[in-house]
């Protein structure tokens, strides 16, 4: 299936998180969404983004300062499904052959306080184990159950540089 993910992260930064925030980029990236909004970062997040894009390839998006009921709105009009991740929702091992159907998602992932709001706007609220742990570990391991580990496969276009994946040691060539 030709499936779109764009990813979600709520709040504001009430402490630092920059790594944090750098780290559910990454993971969005790597992991087949094609783009992530941030309600608020520095900007040195999105230049690190840039500078992976143009080294590994590929063209993923990050966007900042849209306020999250906008994203939720816009994602709603464009006939994608909202599905929130909080450990108070449905186990994702029982919600996965639901999601898999799904051809247009936003994942959403909470920061330091997650408005309550975002529980009755989403389609789904869905739990990565009912224990409490980490937005870039849970939204990892649900691009993983939503896309049946098909994003493990991906290539990247447009890289300056190429891993040949080895046993040993590190091989990177330039394209
Ligand atoms: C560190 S938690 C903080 C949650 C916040 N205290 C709240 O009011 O819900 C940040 C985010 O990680 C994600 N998360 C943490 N544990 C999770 C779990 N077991 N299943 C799904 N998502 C989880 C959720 O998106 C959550 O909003």
Request: aromatic share 6%; net charge positive.
């Amino acid at each position: 299936m030709d499936r779109s993910i764009k990813v979600l992260r709520l709040g504001q930064r009430y402490v630092r998180d920059d790594r944090t925030l750098t780290h559910l980029c990454l993971v969005s990236r790597a992991l087949g969404a094609e783009s992530i909004y941030l309600e608020d970062a520095e900007k040195d997040v999105i230049a690190t983004l840039d500078g992976v894009n143009k080294t590994w390839g590929g063209d993923f998006k990050a966007f900042l300062g849209v306020p999250w009921r906008r994203v939720i709105q816009d994602a709603k009009k464009e006939g994608r499904s909202v599905v929130h991740l909080t450990m108070y929702g449905t186990p994702i091992q029982d919600a996965a052959p639901q999601l898999r159907g799904l051809d247009k998602i936003l994942i959403v992932v909470g920061g330091p306080k997650v408005p309550g709001r975002v529980y009755h706007e989403a389609d789904f609220n869905v739990a990565v184990t009912s224990q409490p742990h980490s937005e870039v570990a849970a939204l990892a391991i649900a691009l993983h159950e939503v896309q049946s580990g098909e994003e493990l496969k991906r290539t990247f276009q447009k890289s300056r540089l190429r891993i040949l994946p080895s046993a040993r040691g590190k091989r990177v060539v330039e394209n």
